[in-house]
């Protein structure tokens, strides 16, 4: 009988330690999208009149959800509840891969960034947030006289 030397799952551990080294060596993310990983995913662009961020945050509740702007930092918080319910006394989980529990995603914005014209809205599980640039920031042409 052939018996390996390594486990089953070693390719698995090896991601999962990766992940983590990844993790504890991140830096803050910025809309130039420095950091991946984490809960909610997220999606960033801007237009030249706004910063649109897409947050994949499916299963929430509006009201568990938390988005502030404050120095230049944006931040999402909140809550996602465990989908498994304990049904019995001697039930047992065996594959449990989503993330349950108190999350935080803080995001810097450029300095044009307006805190005074944020909007949040979820929709379909997608939390899309969208950031005025101040207008004194815009590009104007100049007539020349």
Known sequence: MYRSLFPRDMLAEMDRLQREMQQAFDLSPSIRGVSRNGFPALNVGST????????FAPGLDPASLEVNLERG??????????????????????????????????????EDADPDGVQARLRDGVLHITVRRREAAQPRRITVQ
């Not at 030249?48 to 947050?55: Q, R, V």
């Not at 909140?78 to 304990?86: A, D, I, K």
């Not at 039930?91 to 935080?104: L, T, W």
């Open 48 to 55: 030249p009149g706004t910063i649109e961020i897409y947050a």
């Open 73 to 110: 930092l944006l931040s999402i918080a909140g809550r996602r509840e465990s989908g498994l319910e304990q049904r019995a006394e001697r039930s047992a989980v065996h594959i449990n891969e989503r993330f349950a529990g108190a999350f935080r995603r803080a995001l810097s914005m450029p």
